[in-house]
């Protein structure tokens, strides 16, 4: 029973540590990301058709500049379905290399894995 016990302490660590990691990762990964592309995209898209007002205001500061780096994200990653629902009527071909549209894809990836592991952790956690 003993050991049982430390197994189950074992993987419930791990998969916490894995969330507290990509945490970490998405961060530092959102924060360079943002850095690069609010100098590229703010002209084009931080304005009205595609953000309110109340957006606007609070998305021009820090830390909240974040989540407008994760719509731009998004955007690159996914743009059929962004420009249907966040970004529509956007025809405009975007000043965006590959490398970024690729560092894009991996934050996203990052970010579905992480939700993936902290479910797990959670199911883990209320399970035993």
């Not at 998305?59 to 909240?64: A, E, K, M």
């Not at 991996?106 to 199911?123: D, E, K, N, R, T």
């Amino acid at each position: 029973m003993v050991q049982e016990v430390d197994v189950v302490g074992q993987i419930a660590l791990f998969l916490f540590g894995a969330i507290f990691v990509c945490a970490f990762i998405l961060i530092v990964y959102s924060v360079v990301m943002h850095n690069i592309l609010y100098k590229r995209l703010d002209p084009i898209l931080f304005r009205n058709p595609w953000f309110s007002s109340a957006e606007l205001a609070m998305f021009s500061s820090w830390p909240l500049s974040l989540i407008k780096a994760g719509h731009y994200m998004f955007l690159l990653t996914f743009p059929t379905y962004s420009k249907k629902k966040r970004f529509i009527g956007l025809e405009q071909e975007l000043p965006i290399e590959l490398s970024l549209i690729l560092a894009s894809k991996i934050y996203i990836c990052i970010y579905m894995l992480s939700g993936v592991v902290a479910i797990a952790f959670f199911i883990f956690i209320f399970i035993t």
